[in-house]
């Protein structure tokens, strides 16, 4: 059998072992990367320095390229029909700091990535960002990752597709800056606002359409998959004429954590699609979707949660004194969680699928599958990936 970097850079005719074949027919049969165009930029991430890059064309796709080593700034990436980022680690150095709920100073970064796709192109635009490794050596605060296109509101064939595949990541925490308006500015090197609002993923970039997310380990305090409408399109949920956008999860393990370090002592959001009852009575939302677990459907959407925890209700939760979620809260069975409403609008649920909730969650993604061995940095091993069939491996 042909070695994974040996299938890298083979041909079109890529042999495709027994196991990752049998994937064919499972929910990784999704997460196949988009036929890049012929026409690729290759952008090198240096390890130490933050890149923007800004004049991408719609005709024209983007290989983001981490670092062989840790990459320790952001990058900031736009104008592009599609994205991609496969492999790599990424611990952010800090560029600045806040004072935390607890009175003392904290390090992070306003994001990792910032990847907004084109406004104009010559098919759906996409974001395809898969094989992560994310640490926080040096950091305490931070997005991970701003996703969004630059299409306005009406513009539905320009919303992008995102795709997220195996990756795992340590924990980054968040809180609201009126926690920390008592101290009063923080010295020089500072930052200000809601930079401490610490999301896995949100869409300050702009609007998305459909989410395909798999094999994913994170570890996370704060909000973890934002999913709301956001305020990036004035809270508009995508209505094309294809359809509703939906969000869709397959083997995703969230571990919720608490930072008592910091002062934050309340319970964190994993999964928000749905910010309250009136939003979501007037059809303002993006529906979810929770796969497995069994069979072609892998295993599942599970919680680990914190020690002595027993009311899972609130990691579904958007936690914001602004707006109230009683109709539309889940409902908990034992150790699931599951949306039972029968008067969704429009007969679209918020929510589909369950929720498992447990101490000993399976194993979603290894270290062995994402990382810096997995790199891909150059256009021929992109097209490797694409035709080889890299995502079931």
Not at 216 to 237: G, K, L, M, R, Y
């Amino acid at each position: 059998m042909l070695s994974r970097r040996g299938m890298l850079i083979g041909s079109a005719g890529l042999a495709i072992s027994r196991p990752a074949a049998a994937n064919h027919l499972s929910w990784r049969r999704f997460f196949r990367i988009p036929k890049p165009l012929a026409k690729l930029r290759i952008i090198n991430v240096p390890p130490n320095h933050n890149i923007t890059v800004t004049d991408g064309h719609g005709d024209e796709d983007a290989l983001v390229v981490l670092p062989s080593t840790p990459m320790t700034g952001w990058a900031k990436i736009t104008g592009f029909r599609g994205i991609y980022c496969i492999g790599g680690v990424v611990d952010p150095a800090g560029e600045a700091w806040m004072y935390t709920p607890a009175g003392t100073l904290a390090w992070g970064v306003g994001h990792s990535f910032w990847f907004q796709t084109a406004a104009q192109a010559v098919t759906r635009p996409f974001v395809y960002m898969a094989r992560l490794r994310a640490l926080s050596s040096h950091i305490v605060y931070g997005d991970f990752a701003r996703i969004g296109g630059a299409a306005p509101v009406g513009a539905w064939t320009m919303w992008p597709d995102v795709w997220r595949h195996m990756m795992i990541v340590d924990p980054r925490y968040g809180w609201d800056k009126s926690r920390t308006e008592q101290f009063g500015e923080p010295p020089a090197p500072a930052h200000h606002g809601d930079i401490s609002h610490t999301d896995f993923i949100k869409q300050d970039p702009g609007g998305t359409r459909h989410w395909y997310t798999g094999a994913i380990n994170c570890t996370w305090n704060f909000q973890q998959e934002f999913a709301p409408p956001p305020w990036s399109v004035d809270f508009h949920e995508y209505r094309g004429t294809d359809g509703r956008a939906i969000r869709r999860y397959w083997d995703y393990v969230a571990v919720p954590v608490r930072g008592p370090q910091y002062g934050l002592l309340g319970i964190p959001t994993a999964f928000t699609s749905i910010r309250d009852d009136t939003t979501t009575y007037a059809g303002k939302y993006d529906p979810m979707e929770f796969h497995g677990p069994g069979g072609l459907e892998g295993k599942g959407v599970w919680i680990k949660p914190e020690t002595g925890v027993t009311d899972f209700r609130p990691y579904v939760m958007l936690k914001d004194p602004n707006f109230s979620l009683v109709h539309f809260a889940p409902s908990q069975t034992g150790n699931q969680l599951s949306w039972p409403q029968t008067d969704w609008p429009e007969g679209v649920p918020g929510y589909s699928g369950v929720i498992q909730v447990s101490d000993t969650p399976p194993t979603v993604a290894t270290e062995s599958k994402v990382g810096l061995a997995w790199r891909v940095t150059s256009k021929e091993q992109l097209m490797a990936y694409y035709t080889g069939y890299q995502q079931l491996l």
